[in-house]
T-cell receptor
Framework: GQSLEQPSEVTAVEGAIVQINCTYQ??????LSWYQQHDGGAPTFLSY????GLEETGRFSSFLSRSDSYGYLLLQELQMKDSASYFC?????????????FGQGTTLQVKP | SQTIHQWPATLVQPVGSPLSLECTVE??????LYWYRQAAGRGLQLLFY??????ISSEVPQNLSASRPQDRQFILSSKKLLLSDSGFYLC?????????????FGPGTRLTVT
């Protein structure tokens, strides 16, 4: 089966850089995704890594090491609006089902 | 552009009552559809997914069921709700046949069973 581990909470100050780690166990790997969810809202897609290395999208970057079954989301120049939960996810199953298995999420609190 | 609708936004139901939550997608055809449940402060638990009309796969044994009567309509049902069914229910879609790493979520239904 598949499982993912993330820290439950991270706290950082406005303007700082924070890294949210994710380790996974999966039979068959098709990439690691990251989602953001504000309190009471729906998750929204942030980034995806299929290959090793760093993917950058504005202030957010995501890194993957397939040999270590490990990835992280890097948030730079933190803003108060970045306070949210962040989930890593791997694809479960095969074929065209598109199933995603999500981690339990990391709650990021940004302080002024 | 594609949009996904869910209703109702909030629902309070007594134990033992039936449930029907509806999700519809606009602006795309043949989407994969998913129902998730999220307990407070927890991750997303995949309940059901569907790759086509009438095709439903269940991930977790429970007293919930799902149906897909039309290509872009996904319904979550229960005949008798339990207290443990309380949670935030999210519908999502992804394009069929892609790498399927990106899912698009509806606004969710917050269900409280009393």
């Amino acid at each position: 089966g598949q499982s993912l581990e993330q820290p439950s909470e991270v706290t950082a100050v406005e303007g700082a850089i924070v890294q949210i780690n994710c380790t996974y166990q999966t039979s068959g790997f098709y990439g690691l995704s990251w989602y953001q969810q504000h309190d009471g809202g729906a998750p929204t897609f942030l980034s995806y890594n299929a290959l090793d290395g760093l993917e950058e999208t504005g202030r957010f970057s995501s890194f993957l090491s397939r040999s270590d079954s490990y990835g992280y989301l890097l948030l730079q120049e933190l803003q108060m609006k970045d306070s949210a939960s962040y989930f890593c996810a791997v694809r479960g199953g095969s074929g065209n089902t598109g199933k995603l298995i999500f981690g339990q999420g990391t709650t990021l609190q940004v302080k002024p | 552009s594609q949009t996904i609708h869910q209703w109702p936004a909030t629902l309070v139901q007594p134990v033992g009552s039936p449930l029907s939550l509806e999700c519809t997608v606009e602006g795309t055809s043949n989407p994969n559809l998913y129902w998730y449940r999220q307990a407070a402060g927890r991750g997303l638990q995949l309940l059901f997914y569907s790759v086509g009309i009438g095709q439903i796969s269940s991930e977790v044994p429970q007293n919930l069921s799902a149906s897909r009567p039309q290509d872009r309509q996904f319904i979550l049902s229960s005949k008798k709700l339990l207290l443990s069914d309380s949670g935030f229910y999210l519908c999502a879609w992804s394009p069929l046949g892609t790498g399927s790493y990106e899912q698009y979520f509806g606004p969710g239904t917050r269900l409280t069973v009393t």
